[in-house]
Every structure is written in C-alpha cells, then in structure tokens.
C-alpha cells in the first residue's frame, strides 16, 4: 500500500479531507525523522518503536582491491513492531490463507 493510497482510505474512513489527511501524515513522520535525528526514539504504543541503533566500528574488505576498510561507528533507524501488532499480523494472515486455499 502506498502513502497515496493510506491517505485516501484515511480520508474515506474518517470523512476528513484528503489535503487535511496528507497535512497530518506528513507532520507525523516529519516528527519521527527529526526526533530519530536528534537520537531519540518514538514510541507508539500498540504499534512499534521506532529507534536508532548504534552500529560499532568494524573492518571490511574491498574484494576488488584486496583491502582492509575501517568503516566507522554510524547510527541506523530501525523499526520494532508491537508483540500486539505482531500477533494481529499473524492472525490475519492464517485467515487470508484460509480464504486464498
């Protein structure tokens, strides 16, 4: 599903204006970026952390040039579902299963 197609069934569920919806969404995940950028994470209960992760120093090899590479420690988002979400999850695809057979 695309971020057009989650705001236009946001829109028809709620009666909301799309242009409204759209405003709404994008200052949702321009909070999530700019707070993950800052190091903190976001929590959304019943739904997932969104967190950044810290990515120690290691070395890597360049095949081509058969050398050593230091790449540096860096930060990562990453994105942990609920246990409540992962289970509905689960559950709805047994029954999308079910139908499909």
């Known amino acids: 599903m695309t971020k057009a197609e989650i705001i236009a069934e946001i829109a028809n569920k ?5 242009v409204d919806v759209q ?6 995940f321009k909070v999530v970026k700019n707070s993950m950028i800052s190091g ?9 952390s969104f967190v950044v992760k810290k ?6 090899r360049n095949i081509s040039k058969n050398t050593a590479i ?6 990562v988002p990453s994105f942990k579902p609920a246990k409540a979400f992962v289970d509905k999850v689960k ?11």
């Open 14 to 18: 709620t009666g909301i204006e799309k």
């Open 91 to 101: 559950v709805g695809n047994k029954k999308a299963k079910a139908v499909n057979a």
């Open 23 to 28: 405003e709404t969404v994008e200052a949702f």
């Open 55 to 60: 990515r120690a120093e290691k070395t890597a």
């Open 40 to 48: 903190e994470n976001v929590y959304v209960r019943g739904f997932g």
């Open 70 to 75: 230091i790449i540096p420690e860096h930060f």
